[in-house]
């Protein structure tokens, strides 16, 4: 009443509850803290784990596309090697092709040195006759070759039974002929036509190709150090 604002003294059951009352309050802090600065650390960690997470993966995508990057250009250039390795075989092949066509045609014209396609209708007729080792074999030839045919039967004959120690005798057909276009040589068949010799000059020379093609391969290009395996 005299003008002095004064607070009451609190009462001692009051003053136990206010101090409860700061002790939990300050509890309710000190735990609000504790919980903010876990939550804190555990968002860090799991925001460092997701990043890293995350490092991983993009690291791992540009590994994987690097990767196929150098497997596409490793493939492009076994690619560009093989067709490289192709186009120079094309090219071998068609040289030997040509070295073929070029032999072909230079034995169209044996045939007209008489004496030399003469020894070598002889000779082939015996290795014929070798061959087939019967003792009745039809010869068959290009027609205008009959008369020379008939001319070294004879000599055929006398090599084969010095060879063979066996006989034989002979016939030239004289109806079915071999196609005028080769180059000429014979063919011989026994047993009505089942047992059959083919030595026609085109046939010899695919032989011959055949057994020297790597020693062709080697004057032509050289040795390949590569081929173990040869025809």
Known sequence: SSGINAEWPLRPGERQIQQMIQFIDH???????????????????????LVEQEKQKIRAFYEKKEKNAELQKKIQLSNQQNQARLKLLKQREDHLDNVMVEATNKL?????????????????????????????VLIKCRQNDIKLVNKVLAKSK???????????????????????DIAGGVELSSRQGKLKVVNTLEVRLEQIVNQKVPEVRSKLYGHNPNRRFFD
């Open 158 to 180: 006398e090599q084969y039974v010095a060879l063979s120690k066996l006989d034989v005798e002979m016939k030239v057909d004289d109806r079915d002929f071999l196609p005028q």
């Open 27 to 49: 509890e309710a802090e000190e735990k609000e803290t504790e919980i903010l600065a876990k939550a804190d650390e555990e968002f860090n960690i799991e925001k460092g784990r």
């Open 108 to 136: 169209r014209v044996i045939s007209n040195d008489t004496a030399k396609y003469e020894m070598m209708l002889q000779g082939l007729i015996t290795q014929g006759l070798c061959q087939l080792l019967e003792p009745k």
